[in-house]
T-cell receptor
């Protein structure tokens, strides 16, 4: 089954700085990839999903992710962090009907 | 538009007591339905999924069970809770359209077994 690995369990950024969250996938065929965000004591909210139509995917809240086949990566970025971006972020891959998640990356934003 | 309802939001139960968590989806038909658990240090773990009424697939052997009595209703149960059942339980649905359809999650139930 395909899997994803998130590098870095915690990321701390200053408000206004770049947010970069790393995700690598293991697959020999184009995977179905997603990024989700989870705020404390809430469910997961879809940020964006990869479609083969474009390698750069734009999502909600100013986030985007770039699919790089040569690096088997699907990193999530946001040019300028906001305090409201403090949350946990999950990369995920779809296997048949099921979604497998990375371990998650907690983002803290410093004022 | 589609919505997913999950209840209760929080639950405190003693060891050995029964459990019933309910999830319903509105605005779609024949969805795939899922139960995930999120526990400290264990990430997001798929417990059960269902592709149709009465069809339940179990991913992890445990003392939990799931049922789908109606098309848009998914229930997670236990006859006797263990301390290790504590966690954050998330229900999700997925449309059976495009191959890259995402999962949509409910707000979760925080279960504490004491």
């Amino acid at each position: 089954a395909q899997s994803v690995t998130q590098l870095g369990s915690h990321v701390s950024v200053s408000e206004g700085a770049l947010v970069l969250l790393r995700c690598n996938y293991s697959s020999s065929v184009p995977p179905y990839l997603f990024w989700y965000v989870q705020y404390p004591n809430q469910g997961l909210q879809l940020l964006l999903k990869y479609t083969s139509a474009a390698t750069l995917v734009k999502g909600i809240n100013g986030f985007e992710a770039e699919f790089k086949k040569s690096e088997t990566s699907f990193h999530l970025t946001k040019p300028s962090a906001h305090m409201s971006d403090a949350a946990e972020y999950f990369c995920a891959v779809l296997n048949d009907y099921k979604l497998s998640f990375g371990a998650g990356t907690t983002v803290t934003v410093r004022a | 538009s589609q919505t997913i309802h999950q209840w209760p939001a929080t639950l405190v139960q003693p060891v050995g007591s029964p459990l019933s968590l309910e999830c319903t989806v509105e605005g779609t038909s024949n969805p795939n339905l899922y139960w995930y658990r999120q526990a400290a240090g264990r990430g997001l773990q798929l417990l059960f999924y269902s592709v149709g009424i009465g069809q339940i697939s179990s991913e992890v052997p445990q003392n939990l069970s799931a049922s789908r009595p109606q098309d848009r209703q998914f229930i997670l149960s236990s006859t006797k809770l263990l301390l290790s059942d504590s966690g954050f339980y998330l229900c999700a649905w997925r449309g059976q359209g495009a191959n890259n359809s995402p999962l949509h999650f409910g707000n979760g139930t925080r279960l504490t077994v004491t």
